[in-house]
């Protein structure tokens, strides 16, 4: 049960997300864009592991999703930083919401930003990219699921390790790439280099990549996936836990 | 009425004149009879930023209805001291209560209590005033058809009812300065902490927000008010409390504060900078005034200071004898002048 104080703060995020949609559809539309480029890269992956009778699409999509929805980290960052910006960060302390009120309240947008992302990119591929998916759809969302609350919670301690949003958003985008190519999300992982393929595991995309697949192909329940995802959720919230002050002052523009 | 009959009973609002028709619709119900008690109450509250003591042992209690002005210069701790009533910053020692919880044990329980409206203007910018307030509405639990008539009574009280669709980022800066305490009244809090609220302001924005600050007291708030204007605080009708390196350093009723510390003084304005009057003790001197206090033989010190200027008397423009005020009295309590653009004097030998 989400505590009242804290739909009151979801509700203006989303309402100041409703003035200014665009960072939310960039995330969306460009790699829905891309998808058809590396469409046939992926194939080859599929041809290279012997699996045949796909489109490239099985593995073209996950990965778009992967990489652009890493960028909502910075959102989700941002949905703290603004605060700062505008001055209304002690305004909202100084409110009757308690600390996890305020921090509750305000990952549900990005959370939710996270879950329509997955959502648009998986309908629209399965509707007009050639994406077939042979699994679940259910375990399909629980990766899903699985990897937006990873995102939030990654989000959640960035803010708690930057002080300015400029260290947020380097952080953000280098750990996009970077993430992203580790865990088989730019190119197929099969022609990754054998010393890349060791590591892989150790980066959250890696798990995505695989569950979505697991998902999509039908080789199985993504469960190892999901609860290796969730793992890495549950350190971010950890280390945010320990490392959060709600009193620290944060820039936002500078 | 908006004005607890309990309270007038008990004789806690000293309540001169009615206030105005825009904020009766703001009033708090008349609750249960209950023993009249500080709303504020901060004892001994220490607060220090690495070497520098922002706060050194502040006792402050403000009751219902009363408006206390907090005067101080610069770096004088009042933000500090509103910070700490607010539960955002934790005072190194000392007890502070709100409405009777404990601050520092209960901060979000007294929270309910208090409305903040800090010193920088906090506001929405890309969403509407409407949204603005709304959001405050939502946050002390306000819900619909409830939300919506305290919000449109607000926005009236506020003069914002024609701007409520408008983005916040469009406003003037004294519409956002209304929007801005504005946001902090749809909870009809007890305690009101206002810091510096009319600062960048125009004068009838100023005569407004103070106007509307005079009748939320008399609606049986208590409303702790800091300020760089001392004319501010006899606007107001409030009892002042005067911080001064940490300390409070005087805190009574601002005629009791000038029979007990104002002291009338001369004051010469000379056609170029001032000179130099190192003789003569206690003068004060800023770029082109001179400033002496008279005591008791105005006398005695009007002749000493004529006697010691010399050549530069030729320079002298014009000669102003001031009264006790409140402005005297900060003086003579902190050694700081106080004036309307903030200039700063200086003083020469012992004030």
Redesign the interface.
């Given at each position: 049960m989400i505590p009242?104080?804290s739909?009151?703060?979801a509700?203006?995020d989303w309402?100041?997300l409703r003035?200014?949609p665009f960072p939310v559809i960039v995330p969306v539309v460009l790699p829905l864009l891309l998808i058809p480029f590396v469409k046939p890269a992926f194939r080859l992956g599929f041809v290279a592991e012997h699996i045949r009778h796909t489109a490239g699409a099985e593995q073209a999509v996950p990965a778009m999703d992967v990489t652009f929805a890493f960028f909502l980290v910075g959102n989700s960052s941002m949905a703290f930083f603004r605060e700062h910006a505008?001055?209304?960060?002690?305004?909202?302390?100084?409110?009757?919401?308690?600390n996890y009120e305020i921090v509750l309240g305000k990952i549900v947008v990005p959370l939710l930003q996270a879950m329509g992302q997955f959502a648009l990119l998986f309908g629209l591929g399965s509707l007009c990219l050639g994406l077939t998916v042979r699994g679940s759809w259910g375990s399909l969302t629980a990766v899903g699921a699985a990897y937006s609350l990873y995102l939030v919670a990654m989000g959640l301690a960035v803010t708690a390790l930057c002080k300015t949003y400029m260290q947020a958003t380097a952080i953000t985008n280098v750990g996009a790439l970077f993430i992203a190519g580790l865990g088989g999300a730019l190119v197929p992982h099969a022609f990754l280099p054998s010393w890349a393929r060791t590591l892989s595991p150790a980066v959250p995309s890696y798990w995505t990549m695989n569950g979505y697949r697991e998902a999509i192909l039908g080789y199985g329940h993504p469960l190892v996936s999901v609860a290796v995802l969730l793992a890495f959720a549950t350190v971010c919230l950890v280390f945010a836990a320990l490392r959060f002050r709600l009193?620290d002052t944060k820039i936002a523009w500078a | 009425m908006f004005l607890s009959a309990t309270r007038l009973e008990q004789g806690a609002v000293e309540a001169t004149s009615a206030p105005s028709e825009r904020v009766r619709g703001l009033g708090r119900t008349a609750c249960a009879p209950r023993r009249p008690r500080s709303v504020l109450a901060m004892t001994g509250v220490h607060k220090s930023y690495r070497d520098v003591s922002a706060l050194c042992g502040v006792d402050l209690e403000i009751e219902p209805g009363e408006v206390v002005a907090l005067l101080g210069a610069n770096a004088a701790g009042k933000s500090t001291l509103i910070?700490i009533a607010?539960?955002?910053?934790q005072p190194d020692a000392g007890g502070v209560w709100v409405d009777g919880v404990n601050m520092l044990t209960h901060p979000?329980r007294g929270?309910?209590s208090?409305g903040?409206a800090?010193q920088?203007?906090?506001?929405?910018?890309?969403?509407s005033v409407r949204?603005n307030l709304r959001?405050?509405g939502?946050?002390?639990?306000l819900r619909r058809k409830m939300l919506d008539d305290r919000l449109q009574r607000v926005a009236e009280a506020f003069e914002l009812s024609a701007v409520l669709d408008r983005e916040t980022q469009g406003l003037s800066v004294g519409e956002v300065r209304r929007l801005h305490t504005a946001?902090i009244m749809l909870?009809r809090p007890p305690l009101l902490l206002l810091d510096e609220p009319t600062t960048g302001v125009d004068v009838s924005t100023r005569a407004r927000m103070l106007e509307l600050v005079r009748d939320l007291a008399m609606d049986g708030s208590a409303v702790c008010y800091s300020t760089h204007y001392l004319m501010e605080a006899e606007q107001l009708g409030a009892s002042v409390a005067v911080l001064h390196h940490g300390h409070i350093v005087a805190r009574d009723t601002v005629q009791s504060l000038i029979g007990s510390y104002g002291r009338s003084a001369i004051e010469l304005r000379f056609d170029g900078p001032a000179p130099q009057l190192l003789d003569v003790p206690g003068v004060q001197r800023s770029e082109a005034t001179l400033r002496l206090a008279t005591g008791r033989d105005p006398a005695h010190s009007v002749a000493s200071l004529f006697a010691a200027l010399g050549d530069s008397i030729a320079q002298l423009r014009d000669v102003r004898l001031i009264q006790p005020n409140l402005e005297s009295v900060f003086l003579a309590l902190t050694g700081q002048a106080s004036s309307s653009n903030g200039e700063r004097l200086e003083v020469a030998g012992d004030t």
């Open positions: 009242r104080r739909i009151a703060i509700r203006q309402r100041i003035r200014d505008w001055r209304t960060w002690d305004r909202l302390r100084a409110s009757p919401a308690n009193r | 910070s607010a539960a955002l910053c979000e929270r309910r208090i903040v800090t920088e203007t906090g506001v929405y910018p890309s969403l949204d959001f405050f939502e946050l002390v639990g946001m909870g």
